[in-house]
């Protein structure tokens, strides 16, 4: 019914999760990543048939990508280019090809909301690959611009993650943001995948449309996550 895919790369388990996935974004050096860490990702990606893409951040390593920096739009093109080229070196000595791009944390926020950021994203991965598909909050600014740009996109949703009203994500700061209950994450994906609205923090009922379905290796319980959303997914 829909894809599922995760943030890998990023010091956690990632071959436990590996089996559940279509798809997978590597930290490829802005909020983490090393030549060493990619290259692992990228097998681990390859034994199971996995698709692979960049996951570009703000170059912040200390704040993990999760801290919004002022940039300039030839600031954000630079670093999409330089992490999404450090991926593809690695992905070639393995004779692997990249398929996707999807911004990490702040980055990918300020571009579901910002269309400047959306089109300086847009912009670079375009430059470096017009073959890459553009994944993005779904409904969001990136989405649209990479559309506007005749980019192949993917409107992505979350199991592990809570909504506010307007479709936005709910701050890692804020209580009950993550999704962390399997049982729960399950419920949320199904009703993802089949069109039923999901409830937002405050309560609303919210109808996402999304191709593609993040979960977070780094949300606690997330291997069990991954089987309880696995599961739910293929249910006749």
Known sequence: MIELN????????????????????????????????????LRLAAEHGVAVGAHPSYPDRLGFGRRALVASAEDIAAWITQQTE??????????????????????????????????????AVTAFDPGLVLVGLA?????????????????????DRRYQ???????????????????????????????VPVIALDGTPLRIQAETLCLHSDTPHALNIARAVHAALNRG
């Open 86 to 123: 450090a991926l593809a070196e690695q992905a070639v000595r393995l004779g692997l090809r990249l398929a996707h791009v999807k911004p990490h944390g702040a980055l990918y926020n300020v571009a579901a909301q910002d269309r400047k950021v959306a089109q300086a994203i847009v912009q």
């Open 139 to 159: 409904g969001s600014q990136l989405v649209a611009a990479g559309r506007a740009a005749g980019r192949i996109v993917l409107n992505e949703a979350f199991a």
């Open 6 to 41: 995760a943030d890998v790369g990023e010091g956690c388990d990632d071959g436990a999760l590996m089996p559940y996935l279509s798809r997978a974004s590597i930290a490829c050096g802005g909020h983490t990543g090393d030549a060493a860490s990619m290259t692992a990702a």
């Open 165 to 195: 009203s307007n479709g936005q994500l709910v701050s890692r700061e804020t209580g009950g943001a993550l999704v962390t209950d399997p049982d729960a994450a399950a419920q949320q994906a199904r009703a993802l995948a089949l069109g």
